[in-house]
């Protein structure tokens, strides 16, 4: 039996990016003494790392927000529709210390192992500090997108520029003027970075393997008067938001796009890309769903990209073919196509020619040695799964979460693992994740989890976790929803494709965020439908709860 008076903390968050202060604030008001361990020096998660010049959210300032308070909404004022990095990073700053976080979270530290104990009921949490945390409840929110991903290349080792990865971006003033720079990778990274290095550096060499869409972001700085409606309208907002399959507010049109004339769709679709980001997407009720239905859709992103390239070869090349417009995350930009109408600009296309290797001077392609002075990689990440199955992390019986995910990641509504009591995910894989808005999808999460929490303190119980039935029911539901749409119909990140060895597992649940937090709400309604309850003798009851 564990020593109560050794037992510090009744929780330990792994991350202090935006899921992570969430869950420390209402886990806080559930009665728990919390600490939250983060690897980065500050606050921030995603938004402290990836600082890459042109690093921006791709859903609106106004709802990429918390919710949980209406005095947050006031006093906090945003710039841009479209919040950039630092005021992304200036904003999660303004709410650790508005809300007192700060002295509950513990910087520079790497969470190395996380081990459940049969007998006790806790968790043992070690850092690389060489700390260890005795805990009843872990919490990960590590993020989506936060382990980056490096492919290998031959010959790395031997070049003697400098290379910078773009999701572990230096925290200093970095001047391209001059230089020329290499990048590889076309996603969301490099659709955003490209068009800001092109600006200052004395070339830019631009390596792609697979063409990806995107469409204008629509970046509008705030007026005063902007800013005094959406400070008023916050409360009306905020219902929109909650009734909204992604989490964001959009204005989508119930009409099938095979019910309308070609001249109409094609002015709808123009319409709704003027509105910015992913407003687009909701032109149809069925783009999504229909592969007929998404042909049309396709059909007017390659010919968007076409208008706006004036070389008709680049242009090609920069024309994704043989997916629907979609099934790949949509990357929304500042003027990324018309970036190659430049002179200091060059688009390689390594699908035609690819990467032979690395010299000491640049990359070989084919038989030319493109001479580089700075290599950067935009090459994505291990994404939903990659930051937890870095930390070793051990459930019932010693089973690790790498073995138990050896096939796939396996979670009943994307929040709680079998044989892993008491470890909550926020935004886990099968639930919705990065299809939906993120901090909406968080405060969900967390209140979702934390009431739970909060029914077994007043029951006395001191475990929760999934049956393995109800894991693998919505294993089965979560592959169905996803095999009824679009986005199954080509490899992407969303299944794991970009991870050598990842099993290809659609791993975000597609029926939207609304539909999710009523299924949610329903298993909590029946007696937490799915999960079972224990409580230990030998366990102690919480000190934070007066239990």
């Not at 791709?58 to 949980?68: G, I, L, N, R, T």
């Not at 081990?115 to 009921?121: A, L, R, S």
């Not at 796009?257 to 032109?283: H, V, W």
């Not at 986005?487 to 999710?516: C, D, E, H, Q």
């Amino acid at each position: 039996m564990t020593d109560v008076t050794d037992v510090e903390f009744d929780a330990i968050v792994v991350g202090a990016g935006a899921s992570g202060l969430y869950a420390l604030y209402r886990l806080r008001q559930a009665g728990l003494r919390v600490r939250i361990l983060e690897a980065a020096s500050s606050v921030g998660g995603v938004w402290f790392w990836n600082r890459y010049p042109g690093a921006r959210c791709d859903v609106e300032s106004a709802d990429y927000s918390y919710s949980f308070s209406a005095e947050l909404d006031q006093e906090w004022t945003w710039k841009d529709r479209f919040a950039t990095q630092p005021e992304i990073e200036e904003y999660l700053n303004f709410v650790a210390d508005k809300f007192d976080l700060r002295q509950d979270i513990q910087f520079n530290t790497r969470v190395e192992a996380a081990v459940f104990d049969d007998q006790t009921g806790m968790w043992t949490v070690s850092t690389s500090e060489g700390e260890t945390f005795v805990v009843r409840y872990c919490v990960m929110a590590t993020g989506q997108l936060s382990s980056f991903n490096r492919p290998v290349f031959k010959g790395a080792e031997r070049y003697r520029g400098r290379t910078i990865d773009a999701g572990t971006w230096p925290d200093e003033q970095i001047s391209f003027e001059g230089l020329r720079v290499g990048v590889i990778g076309t996603g969301s990274t490099g659709i955003q970075l490209i068009p800001e290095l092109a600006k200052e550096a004395k070339e830019v060499v631009v390596f792609q393997r697979t063409p990806n869409f995107s469409v204008p972001a629509g970046h509008k700085r705030y007026s005063d008067n902007d800013v005094a409606e959406l400070k008023a309208t916050y409360p009306e907002r905020r219902i929109e938001v909650l009734d909204s399959p992604t989490g964001n507010v959009y204005d989508p049109n119930p009409m099938s796009a095979l019910d309308d004339t070609p001249e109409n769709r094609k002015r709808n679709f123009a319409r709704r890309q003027s509105n910015g980001a992913f407003a687009i997407m909701f032109s149809y009720s069925d783009l999504l769903t229909s592969m007929e239905a998404n042909a049309f859709f396709t059909e007017f992103l390659q010919n968007e990209i076409r208008n706006k390239v004036n070389d008709p070869a680049v242009a090609e090349d920069l024309v994704p073919t043989g997916y629907p417009a979609g099934s790949k995350r949509l990357c929304v930009d500042g003027g990324y196509y018309e970036t190659f109408n430049r002179s200091n600009v060059r688009l390689v296309n390594v699908k035609k020619t690819p990467i032979e290797e690395f010299t000491e001077t640049g990359i070989l392609v084919g038989d030319e040695n493109i001479e580089l002075d700075v290599v950067i990689y935009a090459t994505g990440f291990d994404a939903m799964t990659g930051a937890m199955t870095k930390i070793d992390i051990r459930g019932r019986n010693g089973l690790t979460l790498r073995e138990k995910w050896e096939d796939g990641p396996r979670a009943y509504i994307g929040l709680m693992i079998t044989d892993f009591p008491n470890l909550f995910m926020i935004a886990g894989p099968g639930s919705p994740s990065v299809l939906g808005n993120v901090i909406h999808s968080a405060e969900q999460h967390v209140n979702w989890f934390a009431t739970a929490i909060e029914r077994m303190h007043a029951d006395g119980l001191d475990t929760m976790e999934p049956t393995e039935q109800a894991e693998n029911d919505w294993l089965e539901h979560v592959a169905q929803v996803a095999d009824s749409t679009v986005y199954t119909k080509t490899t992407s990140w969303y299944l794991g494709s970009n991870i050598p060895g990842k099993p290809r597992v659609f791993m975000a649940y597609l029926a939207g965020t609304n539909t999710f937090r009523n299924i949610c709400n329903e298993i909590a309604a029946d007696s937490y439908r799915g999960f079972e309850f224990k409580a230990l003798e030998s366990a102690d009851r919480l000190v934070g709860t007066g239990q």
